[in-house]
């Protein structure tokens, strides 16, 4: 954490020492410091621009029952490009541009979403936030870890079959081989034709 803390205390302070050196090499100070005013107030004026537009795109996707994941997104993008953007340097600047400009803000997030935002959620739920869950068999082959055999599991509640263990003789009726009959009888009722 500290780490985070430092680099983010670490870039305005070398944008500000590229724009010092900038301003004394190339162009001067006073347009320097016009420089980054004119940038904080065109910044400021897209932002709340983009804003605007997110809000009205969030409700339009709200008001058609839809999440609205990417304009959620956008957002993030524009508060994080506001303060890109009021930070004094060239860097910054750059960057909060990059964020606010719809041309670039869409492929940025687009790849935030594929690398960042999917695979974590799908290490947090397990596939089910992107849909790719395993809906027939088991990831691993069986699902007690040993193919071909029928075992019981959870101390003789549960019979688990392999593929093996029961056979479909017509659309009405199968099949199931036990490898190990049960000799308890005292879930047996005799008026029970389906009764082991």
């Known amino acids: 954490?500290?780490?985070?803390?430092?680099?983010?205390?670490?870039?305005?302070?070398?944008?500000?020492?590229?724009?010092?050196?900038?301003?004394?090499?190339?162009?001067?100070?006073?347009?320097?410091?016009?420089?980054?005013?004119?940038?904080?107030?065109?910044g400021m004026l897209l932002v709340r621009a983009e804003g605007r537009r997110t809000i009205r795109k969030m409700q339009r996707s709200l008001a058609e029952g839809k999440p609205p994941t990417d304009e959620l997104l956008d957002g993030g993008f524009l508060i994080a490009s506001g303060a890109f953007l009021l930070t004094p340097g060239l860097v910054t600047d750059l960057i909060g541009f990059l964020l606010v400009v719809p041309l670039t803000r869409i492929p940025i997030r687009t790849a935030l979403k594929r690398y960042v935002i999917v695979p974590y959620a799908d290490k947090k739920t397990g596939g089910f936030a992107?849909?790719?869950?395993?809906?027939?068999?088991?990831?691993?082959?069986?699902?007690?870890?040993?193919?071909?055999?029928?075992?019981?599991?959870?101390?003789?509640?549960?019979?688990?079959?392999?593929?093996?263990?029961?056979?479909?003789?017509?659309?009405?009726?199968?099949?199931?081989?036990?490898?190990?009959?049960?000799?308890?009888?005292?879930?047996?009722?005799?008026?029970?034709?389906?009764?082991?």
């Open 1 to 42: 954490m500290l780490r985070w803390i430092l680099a983010l205390l670490l870039i305005p302070f070398l944008d500000a020492i590229l724009l010092g050196f900038v301003a004394t090499a190339y162009i001067g100070w006073v347009p320097m410091v016009l420089l980054v005013v004119l940038t904080g107030l065109v």
């Open 130 to 196: 992107s849909g790719n869950v395993w809906t027939f068999g088991f990831p691993e082959g069986s699902a007690n870890g040993s193919e071909g055999q029928a075992q019981w599991s959870d101390g003789g509640n549960t019979y688990d079959l392999s593929e093996d263990d029961y056979s479909v003789d017509s659309e009405e009726s199968y099949t199931v081989e036990f490898g190990d009959e049960r000799t308890d009888s005292s879930d047996e009722d005799p008026d029970d034709p389906y009764a082991r």
